[in-house]
């Protein structure tokens, strides 16, 4: 019988809800770590056996009460969460999928702070962005009919 050994530390798989609407970005303000207080996208982990686009949608629909249809990836982005020390204590591969905005009005729960709509051509100036937030929010808003 062999000794047990630990599990390998992985990057966790997380989603990243990008939803476009009327020239606005869906954000949320970050309640924890990585990026606590810092502007974001909706998301969240991925349960084990869960797919893609339905953790997308339940993640969206848990932080922010927007009901919406997950359509595809746009790419993919890691996050570290550092400790004081230096140390990494976790890595987070974070899979951004654009989203059709179905119903409801935004409302911060589970890990948001606040969210709202943000307009495409002022959320650097107006907000605190996670990295490549932005960026993301482009690639999306280039993609809508």
Known sequence: MLPHSPAPIRPIV????????????LLIQRANPP?????????????????????????????????????????????????????????????AVRCTWLSGDPVAADDALDARWVALDSMETDLRLSLDVAKTARLAAAGQI
């Open 14 to 25: 997380a989603v990243l809800a990008v939803v476009i609407r009327d020239a606005q970005v």
């Open 35 to 95: 990026d606590a207080g810092l502007w974001g996208f909706p998301g969240g982990k991925i349960e084990f056996g869960e797919a893609l686009l339905a953790a997308t949608e339940r993640e969206l629909l848990e932080e922010t009460g927007i009901t919406g249809r997950a359509q595809s990836v746009l790419n993919a982005l890691d996050a570290y969460d550092w400790s004081e020390d230096g140390s990494l204590r976790q890595h987070f591969v974070l899979v």
